[in-house]
């Protein structure tokens, strides 16, 4: 298991998104992962549906490699919340992922009417009461709901919380971009898992290149330039992180094992380096990789 004793360390199922969750609880184990994400509901067309409701062959198969490694799993994903009547699927993915164990299930804002948004994620989240489940609002830097301030705020008025990913948090540039540091100190309490992935600073020049950098080629933690010693030194020490860094090219080259052993080593250099940061109080958060 990881190395950092006090903060959890995961792999979140977009790492490896083409792995089914009994196999991922395999390779995390064998990675030194603590626990994993599940996206237990797709995405796309394009994705394989992974069947983990209760009763399913599948839930049985995770559980029991869950039993067998050690490894659990914290969050579930992923729903778009449009403005559309999204209840029967987030009941389900909450049987899901109450089921496996998970204590939150990760949306995204694509309604652009705030208000309603606001009250569809709070009867979510009075329904995950019962699942043991809170819904987690995920900034998107090409949704509506794109920046940590706009997330917190829709949060707090909900009742839920946000989730954190350095490269949204990176690529936002749109009104109060300039203060995304401050708004992810001030927010800090909000937030109960850290997505950790790295990156050129450079910014896609479009929202298909946002896209597809999103999905498909995102880099391992502290060979970028997204400054996440600093992202990981403003939230909790003891903070859960988990690497959320899909690469098609790179799992091609590496294989299923060797990417996450990679992203594992990747993080660890990570939160040792946000851990003397902050014992030391070097930290330059404007600066630092």
């Given at each position: 298991?990881?190395?950092?004793?006090?903060?959890?360390?995961?792999?979140?199922?977009?790492?490896?998104?083409?792995?089914?969750?009994?196999?991922?609880?395999?390779?995390?184990?064998?990675?030194?992962?603590?626990?994993?994400?599940?996206?237990?509901?797709?995405?796309?067309?394009?994705?394989?549906?992974?069947?983990?409701?209760?009763?399913?062959?599948?839930?049985?198969?995770?559980?029991s490699?869950?039993e067998?490694?050690g490894?659990?799993?914290?969050?579930?994903?992923?729903?778009l919340?449009?403005?559309?009547?999204?209840?029967?699927?987030?009941?389900?993915?909450?049987?899901?992922?109450q089921a496996?164990?998970a204590s939150?299930?990760?949306?995204?804002?694509?309604?652009?009417?705030?208000?309603?948004?606001?009250?569809?994620?709070?009867?979510?989240?009075?329904?995950?009461?019962?699942?043991?489940?809170?819904?987690?609002?995920e900034?998107?830097?090409?949704?509506?709901?794109?920046?940590?301030?706009?997330?917190a705020?829709?949060?707090?008025?909900?009742?839920?919380?946000?989730?954190?990913d350095?490269l949204?948090?990176?690529?936002?540039?749109?009104?109060?971009?300039?203060?995304?540091?401050?708004?992810?100190?001030?927010?800090?309490?909000l937030?109960?898992?850290?997505?950790?992935?790295?990156?050129?600073?450079?910014?896609?020049?479009?929202?298909?290149?946002?896209?597809?950098?999103?999905?498909?080629?995102?880099?391992?933690?502290?060979?970028?330039?997204?400054?996440?010693v600093?992202a990981?030194?403003?939230?909790?020490?003891?903070?859960?992180?988990?690497?959320?860094?899909?690469?098609d090219?790179?799992?091609?080259?590496?294989?299923?094992?060797?990417?996450?052993?990679?992203?594992?080593?990747?993080?660890?250099?990570?939160?040792?380096?946000?851990?003397?940061?902050?014992?030391?109080?070097t930290?330059?958060?404007?600066?630092?990789?």
């Amino acid at each position: 298991m990881t190395e950092n004793a006090h903060r959890p360390v995961g792999l979140a199922q977009l790492s490896l998104l083409n792995t089914m969750p009994p196999d991922l609880v395999e390779v995390a184990a064998r990675a030194g992962f603590d626990f994993i994400g599940v996206r237990v509901r797709p995405v796309t067309p394009a994705e394989r549906p992974y069947n983990l409701q209760p009763g399913s062959l599948m839930l049985r198969e995770t559980r029991s490699r869950m039993e067998d490694t050690g490894v659990t799993v914290r969050d579930i994903e992923f729903l778009l919340l449009d403005g559309s009547d999204q209840r029967e699927a987030w009941l389900r993915m909450m049987e899901a992922g109450q089921a496996l164990g998970a204590s939150s299930l990760t949306v995204a804002g694509a309604d652009p009417d705030s208000a309603r948004l606001v009250g569809t994620l709070a009867r979510m989240t009075e329904d995950g009461r019962g699942f043991g489940i809170t819904p987690t609002l995920e900034a998107i830097s090409y949704q509506p709901v794109a920046s940590i301030a706009q997330a917190a705020d829709i949060a707090r008025q909900a009742g839920c919380r946000i989730v954190v990913d350095t490269l949204h948090f990176n690529r936002y540039n749109g009104p109060g971009a300039a203060d995304q540091w401050e708004e992810l100190r001030a927010n800090a309490d909000l937030v109960p898992l850290l997505q950790l992935c790295d990156g050129p600073a450079e910014r896609p020049a479009s929202r298909d290149g946002l896209v597809l950098e999103s999905r498909s080629e995102r880099g391992v933690p502290g060979e970028g330039e997204f400054g996440l010693v600093a992202a990981v030194a403003a939230l909790p020490a003891s903070l859960p992180v988990s690497v959320e860094a899909p690469s098609d090219r790179r799992v091609a080259e590496l294989g299923k094992l060797g990417w996450a052993r990679l992203l594992k080593s990747g993080v660890d250099a990570v939160l040792a380096q946000a851990g003397s940061a902050q014992l030391t109080g070097t930290l330059d958060r404007a600066g630092a990789k």
